[in-house]
């Protein structure tokens, strides 16, 4: 095998299925990364391991996926010394050719030779009436208690959404025995059938989507498509949910938690940091960075692979680690093998096509943002509220997300952005009347996640 030994290193940022794979083929190369992740074990976000010692079999965590879930958490262990691994560890910033870094022995300033980002992606949030009470999680955030402690968010459960993780993250509520009050899909029925034609691309993962559609209907669950609006009753803490439904009739459940979000948004800071050049992206009104199919970003020796730059599923991120890896090795002038790049390149464009299919059938929920209230919270994190944005487009002439930024100070907490910067964009879009791209993006800045200031470099 070749030793290329770099110096500084090849970095792979996150240890999911694209950022292990990628660590994985860079090591058949002959390159021993360093393959960073926040995360105390790997597996990324499909794939997240519940804490050492907790006792529940891959089958009970992942269904259908555990061979893949398996296969996925042991590359790290398989790998050995091949690779430089550090888990717990967060890159808040990306500057020139260094990265930034704090994990368990501190604060850490990082060269990189080639950098392959590969930071997955989060819940997509979008406000409703009640959407900061105590009891209201993002659907993630509902998975993520199931598989990772093993517990329900509440004991009578609403779960809404748009996108494959309602129906799945229902199924898994009904299995692990929680009480579901409603299952209220915003995106309407007829978008999937549409779509259907394309979704026959992949009829092994149609046919798991089907098949938990299928299980919820059958366990009797109260399903919805099609809901127009919705709300969540309470003063306190949740009691209820209202929701209008597709001929706008009002409905209501009791019940003590909501886990909602509307499709998946991708991590896109630190290829922001590093430079990367963004497009809008029409489908999924998303400003993604951009990349091309090997995974070359815009920016020479810069990566990208896996859901941080388009959402692609898991199956689609391991091939794209892969890929991107292959990159990496032919622009460090190591012999790659071709047909294994071809086969990937086949696998890639088919996946494509589906995920393209995927995406139209649950078309972004932007109804929902068409009556928000002035008083509504927008920011959770600065307590700002649709009013506040509106105001500072009419008054202030805020006509893009930066000038609303510095005058309301919108995507300057905790979440960066991250979670009030596409509900923000839209009501800016529309109350200035402009088309959503025309307002832009907010700029990331570092650290992209809080961290402590003791010991900064
Ligand atoms: C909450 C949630 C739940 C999901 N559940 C399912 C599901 O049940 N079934 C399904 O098919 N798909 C699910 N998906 C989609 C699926 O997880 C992804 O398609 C798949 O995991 C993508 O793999 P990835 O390697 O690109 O990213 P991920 O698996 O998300 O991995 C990214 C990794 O990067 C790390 N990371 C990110 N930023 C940094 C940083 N700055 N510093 C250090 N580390 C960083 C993260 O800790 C993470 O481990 C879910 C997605 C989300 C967000």
Redo the contacts with the bound molecule.
Sequence with gaps: MTDLATDPAVVV????????RAAEALTRGGVRPIL????ERP?????RQPPPGAARSPRTLYGF?ARKAVAIHVIPARLGDAIDYRPQ????NVFGQHLDTIGPSGHHRLGFNRLVI??????RVLPFPGWTLPGVF????A??ALKAQGVSIGRRVALVGAG??LP?VAYQYAKAGAEIAAVLDVTPFSAKLRNAPGLLAQTGTLAKGLWYVARNLLSDLVVCSGVRAIGVMGQDRVRGLWWHDAADKEHRVACDAVGASFG?RS?T??ADLAGCGFAYDDITRQWLPQRDATGRSSVPGVYL????AG????D??ELQ?ERAALAVLEDLGAPIDTARVAALDRKLARQGRFRNALERAYPYPAHLLNDVDNAEIICRCEGITAGTLRAAATERDAQEMNRLKAFTRIGMGRCQGRVCGPAAAEILARTLGKNIAAVGRLRGNPP??PIPVGGLP
Excluded: C, R
């Design positions: 940022v996150g240890a999911g299925p694209a950022g292990l960073i992740d926040e995360a597996g990324g976000q499909i794939y996926e560890t967060l890159v808040w590969a930071s997955g992606a989060m819940d993002t659907l993630g955030g998975q993520i494959p993780l799945l998946l991590e800071q630190l692979a896996g859901d941080g959402i692609g599923g898991a689609v991120a680690g992209v996640k």
